[in-house]
């Protein structure tokens, strides 16, 4: 019945029970319970302090809303599908508990300013969190790539053979990215931490309130500065959602890459049994199931980036009900981001690297073709025409079906006068590797002083 309602007083109706269901959001926003929580009980603390309702109030409202935290925490509280939403489920609770003090607690407040800052909140926590999963994660990588040092492998372009890289390097390109996605979070978080409350509904309030003082409570370091944007804003969740998503495509690339590694015709890993399902039908199976539900799951990240954006379109100042529909994406994102980068920590440390796997193929492919052009450059040649030269010695492998690393001194020589006998200490795959010894290059030393600069918080 509309007499239930917190704002029933123009209502002569009751609300159609499918309508109830349809529109509230309580079944979601239940999870913001402790941001609303907080965010009241600072409310109420600076309406008290401002005189704008009675310090008795302040005491009775803020015990009230501790309790019904305590019930919440226990399990013990009935979330009502007909009072809609988490603000209004707490707020009647209140009332029903300490009667007059309970109805003051809206004072100059609005269930839009009340939302966007109990997402504010909720975010603000969340990426901490996923910044420390994106921590453990690199940790793993660090400690796979100490491990690895001097694990060769083949890298890839086109996922053709292209130049022999040490497996550190390669896990250290992941490192690279997740730093990066830690300080795009960093930087989201600056837009997130700004305090909302006070717009009211969409034009301030006419109550002579203190936001400094609620964002001191609550720890913003700012507050919002347009009451319209205040309540109408969401870019921080779509940024987020953006960083995310990019989160996302960072694991799917390495998901598909150990995919693609555990597969028999590669055998560069094998991934721990924990993380791995068998077949009901063909007994020899071991399938990455982990990482290919990662790899699936970003599907769902972006959408949910996807769906707030299309919400947001074209929506006029300030809050529309629309708008409720940002919360769904936005935990869908943050619990998928953070089971992922979880189970991926866990996963890239128990991971078993095959050694002897990928250094063979490191070898293979004409791995050092390049190496070798580089080689008839520092003997004078312009590197055009060793490429030439080169591409004419690999044509020849190719057609007698052997290795660049099996050619005599007198077949090299068919290919360059300036070929000596030097040529086979610079083919080996080390050599190659070693050779790469620039910021950044896949060179043993250059990859080892980077993971110390990554460890030393660089
Ligand atoms: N449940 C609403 C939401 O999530 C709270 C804000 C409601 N404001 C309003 N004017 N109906 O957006």
Redesign the pocket.
């Known amino acids: 019945m509309s007499k239930d309602k917190l704002w029933g007083g123009r209502f002569t109706q009751p609300t159609d029970k499918f309508v109830e269901e349809f529109t509230a959001?309580i079944q979601f926003?239940k999870r913001l319970y402790h941001q609303d929580i907080r965010g009241s009980v600072a409310h109420a603390r600076m309406l008290g302090k401002q005189g704008i309702i009675p310090l008795e109030d302040v005491e009775q409202i803020v015990h009230g809303l501790h309790k019904i935290l305590e019930q919440i925490e226990a399990g013990q509280f009935d979330f009502s599908i007909s009072l809609?939403?988490i603000?209004m489920n707490i707020e009647a609770r209140l009332s029903a508990a300490i009667g007059e003090a309970g109805k003051r607690l809206h004072t100059g407040r609005s269930?839009?300013d009340q939302?966007a800052l109990d997402i504010r909140l909720y975010l603000r926590d969340e990426i901490v969190q996923i910044t420390t999963y994106l921590d453990l994660l690199i940790d793993a990588l660090l400690v796979q790539a100490e491990a690895n040092l001097d694990t060769l492998m083949p890298g890839f372009t086109h996922l053709q053979t292209a130049q022999p890289i040490l497996f550190a390097h390669h896990l250290m390109a992941y490192v690279e990215m997740f730093k990066r996605d830690k300080s795009r979070l960093d930087d989201c978080l600056k837009r997130v931490d700004v305090l909302p409350l006070g717009a009211g509904a969409l034009a301030g309030t006419t109550f002579p309130i203190d936001r400094e003082y609620v964002a001191e409570q609550l720890g913003f370091p700012t507050i919002t500065r347009n009451s319209l944007d205040s309540v109408s804003d969401r870019d921080f969740a779509l940024e987020f959602l953006a960083d995310a998503s990019i989160i996302m495509m960072h694991l799917s690339r390495f998901s598909e890459e150990l995919i693609i590694w555990s597969t028999s015709a590669f055998q560069f890993i094998e991934l721990s049994d924990g993380f791995c399902t068998g077949s009901s039908i063909m007994p020899q199976k071991k399938n990455p199931d982990v990482p290919e539900l990662v790899r699936g799951k970003t599907g769902r990240v972006y959408g949910n980036l996807m769906a707030l954006l299309t919400t947001m379109k074209a929506l006029p100042l300030a809050?529309n009900?629309d708008?409720?529909e940002d919360?769904e994406p936005l935990f869908d994102t943050i619990d998928t981001v953070k089971g992922s980068l979880k189970i991926f920590a866990d996963m890239i440390r128990e991971m078993r690297v095959n050694v002897d796997n990928m250094g063979k193929a490191a070898g293979q492919g004409f791995s050092t073709a390049t190496d070798v052009a580089d080689y008839l450059v520092r003997k004078g040649l312009a590197f055009r025409d060793a490429h030439e030269a080169v591409g004419k010695a690999v044509a020849y492998c190719v057609e007698n079906q052997m290795a660049i690393t099996e050619l005599s001194l007198a077949e090299w020589q068919l290919f360059s006068g300036k070929i000596d006998t030097d040529i086979f200490e610079c083919i080996t795959v080390e050599a190659s590797v070693n050779a790469r010894n620039v910021p950044g290059g896949t060179a043993r030393d250059r990859v080892w002083s980077e993971i110390q600069n990554v460890r030393a918080g660089n």
Do not use: P, T
């Open positions: 959001s926003d809609e939403d603000h269930r839009n939302v809050y009900k708008m409720q919360k």
